[in-house]
């Protein structure tokens, strides 16, 4: 039987379409476990197929070539897939939601304006919109150091067109634009059923808790004065060998501790200690040590190398993204229209790149494509000494994780009732450890899956306060000086309902672990975080269901 033939004999199923967007310098592998979450938590609560597409067309230094570039290759990537979707597997994408990490929440915010001109979100109901470590309210530096008041002035030539639109200093003035109520980017963000975003909280030097958690405050920067205080009642997860919880912040527990009894000892002391801390941040001796064996090197060879390259990438990007030409993405839409959701046969030609499209994102999931690649030397220089600490808590750690509650030692194994997740390989795995095979602990891991449902319900009304700011972690002194332009998108992205997630990752690099960038192994407190969110999303797709039913 011809492909055609055994397309027509199947039955056309609905499908709901989730778009991964990454950030700056990366690819679509680093949103490999955000990926996995959804499409093993996801389908059970769902009426349409759960699939998913990680855009690969704008990966490595493609990022820097701006916001509005980014996101137009990004909408063909979506149309073309919609498009192969519907003829390889006859699913009619009926839902759409999108998350985006770091610069990808901004590109994606872009996407959202110009479906929502070309009418897309007449077809295709908007869901979900998440972000991760996202720099909404832009990226700016506040200490009176001379390091900040260089990367203010310097930064915004480093990274192309897509530096200038972070630290605001673009002719168009774009993240000012996307946030303007009367705007179609700000219309369309409005249209979805949830929007979600995480913020780290500390760790995270590549996109401040500010802007993430779109405020105007910076409650962290003080840390010996914070004792941080977390959700209660979260449940366990087991990922590799390890036994976490979600690191997920509770503001309303957290408080600002008196002057005088800080100076007597470190108020994170108690959390520190119930946490998975390295041999690396623990040995002041030893962490001294490798630091300035990695400055040496740094210092003088790596980062002029490096500087110099991301300047010679920006200023190629620069001038390349005059010449690039606009696609026609009014005219894609149109013949994904016709033929999709009309009568009309699918695109000969657009599915040939669809599966072209296909078949080099298989290939970036397949291989390291980041090897060889001078986008990589970029990012390991400004993650390399957190990616060492990371490996040091991964050989170091000995001991399972307790809240800093005492409400248990964290040692419990999850539920009966949890699902296991997928392995490495797809398959599911069962709920039992065998403890000769180590290489099955590090694959697999499984989740309290009803225990986070029901920590989701009992802490949606917390996430979701447009109170926060009353809490007392948020005090005067905390509050920056946004200026105009930024304190304009704070009040503008604020009257869109969210559900805010600040999470503390106690590793050196939060912004890498927010996401489990280099995967679960190497972060699973990321991981389990990761896998809570998409109980916010399970939850609000069963209530859908029972309100349809």
């Known amino acids: 039987m011809a492909e055609g033939d055994e397309l027509k004999s199947q039955k056309e199923e609905e499908a709901h379409l989730f778009v991964l967007v990454h950030g700056l310098w990366g690819g679509p592998n680093h949103m490999s476990t955000i990926e996995r979450a959804i499409l093993e938590l996801l389908p059970a609560t769902s009426k349409e197929k759960i699939v998913t597409l990680k855009p ?38 009926v839902k759409f939601s999108i998350v985006g990490y770091s610069l990808g929440g901004l590109i994606a915010r872009f996407i959202i304006g110009e479906f929502f001109r070309l009418g897309f ?12 470590a996202t720099p909404h309210v832009g990226v700016e530096f506040f200490k009176n150091f001379l390091f900040d008041k260089a990367a203010n002035e310097v ?53 401040a808790f500010f802007t993430s958690f779109i405020t105007e405050y910076s409650p962290f920067d003080n840390w010996n004065t914070v004792r941080i205080k977390y959700l209660k009642d979260l449940s366990q997860s087991r990922i590799g060998k390890m036994w976490v919880r979600p690191k997920v912040v509770d503001l309303s527990r957290t408080t600002i501790v008196r002057e005088e009894r800080n100076s007597s000892f470190n108020v994170n002391a108690e959390v ?88 080099k994102r298989k290939k970036l999931a397949d291989h390291e494509s980041f090897k060889g690649d001078t986008s990589n030397l970029t990012e390991n220089t400004m993650e390399g000494i957190m990616y060492a600490e990371e490996r040091f808590t991964t050989k170091a750690s000995k001991r399972r994780e307790r809240t800093d509650d005492n409400d248990g030692d964290g040692t419990q194994p999850a539920k009966d009732s949890s699902r296991s ?18 290489d099955y602990e590090l694959k697999s891991f499984f989740i309290d899956i ?23 972690i948020f005090t005067p002194s905390s509050r ?33 672990g927010i996401v489990a960038r280099r995967g679960p192994k190497t972060n699973p407190k990321g991981t389990s975080t990761i896998f809570l969110w998409v109980s916010l999303l399970r939850n609000h797709l069963q209530s859908s269901t029972n309100a349809s039913s």
Request: proline residues 4%; without cysteine; hydrophobic residues 40%.
């Open 56 to 93: 690969s067309s704008f990966r490595f230094w493609k990022t820097y070539d701006g916001i509005e570039i980014n996101a137009h290759r990004v909408i063909k990537d979506i149309l073309y897939e919609i498009e192969i979707l519907k003829q390889k597997s006859n699913y009619k994408v």
């Open 421 to 438: 997740s997928a392995s490495d390989d797809d398959t599911a795995v069962q709920n039992t450890v065998t403890p000769r095979d180590e």
């Open 155 to 207: 930064g915004r030539y480093l990274f192309g067109p897509s530096g200038k639109q972070l630290f605001v200093a673009d002719d168009e003035r774009l993240l000012v634009k996307l946030a303007d109520p009367e705007g179609d980017f700000f219309k369309g963000l409005s249209l979805f059923e949830k929007h979600i975003l995480l913020s780290n909280v500390r760790n995270d030097r590549t996109v």
């Open 272 to 359: 520190n200690s119930q946490e998975e801390t390295s041999i690396f941040r623990s040995n002041v001796v030893l962490r001294y040590f490798m630091i300035s064996v990695v400055a040496l090197f740094l210092i003088p060879i790596w980062i002029p190398f490096v500087l110099i390259s991301s300047l010679v990438a920006s200023l190629y990007s620069s001038t390349k993204v005059r010449i690039i030409e606009k696609p026609n993405i009014k005219e894609h839409w149109t013949r994904v229209f016709h033929s999709v959701y009309g009568s009309s046969p699918i695109d000969i030609e657009d599915a040939k790149i669809a599966l072209e499209n296909r078949n």
């Open 480 to 512: 920056l000086n946004l200026g105009d332009d930024k304190s304009f998108i704070v009040r503008s992205l604020n009257k869109i309902p969210w559900v805010k997630i600040p999470v503390y990752i106690d590793a050196w690099n939060s912004h890498d």
């Open 121 to 132: 979100f007449d077809t295709v109901k908007p869901v979900f919109f998440t972000t991760f």
């Open 450 to 472: 009803e225990g986070n449902d029901r920590a989701m319900q009992d802490n949606h009304a917390l996430l979701t306060s447009k109170e926060y700011l009353k809490f007392d």
